[in-house]
């Protein structure tokens, strides 16, 4: 499966983005899907996750609340809605997936990338 993010850009403290990872390839449903995001300077840290039956999302601390994962796989399509956007948000972000995982919060659990989209909020 072949993974493309859109959706970043440059958004005010306290704006929202949604986030979109198309797969291409296959069929979505099989799979799990997480977004991970990448600070320069830093390692890139798990922000989301999302099981393939869509029963289990996951957040990182960071994010709860104010981040939503979800997805469409009508559209073969996981979004993630972001929502009060703080300037430590502002990172690469990359999505990612796993053929019939169940969500890992690790970066081991997922055996395909997309290329990232940049999240530059500013204040």
């Known amino acids: 499966v072949q993974l493309q993010a859109f959706g970043g850009g440059l958004v005010q403290v306290g704006g929202s983005l949604r986030l979109s990872c198309v797969a291409s390839?296959?069929?979505?449903?099989?799979?799990?899907a997480g977004w991970f995001r990448q600070a320069p300077g830093k390692e890139r840290e798990f922000v989301a996750a999302i099981s393939w039956s869509a029963g289990s999302t996951y957040y990182s601390d960071s994010v709860k609340g104010r981040f939503t994962i979800n997805r469409d796989n009508a559209k073969n399509t996981v979004y993630l809605q972001m929502n009060s956007l703080k300037p430590e948000d502002t990172a690469v972000y990359y999505c990612a997936a796993a053929y019939y995982g169940l969500g890992s919060i690790s970066r081991s659990g997922y055996e395909y990338w997309g290329q990232g989209t940049q999240v530059t909020v500013s204040s």
């Open positions: 390839g296959r069929s979505f449903s099989s799979y799990a």
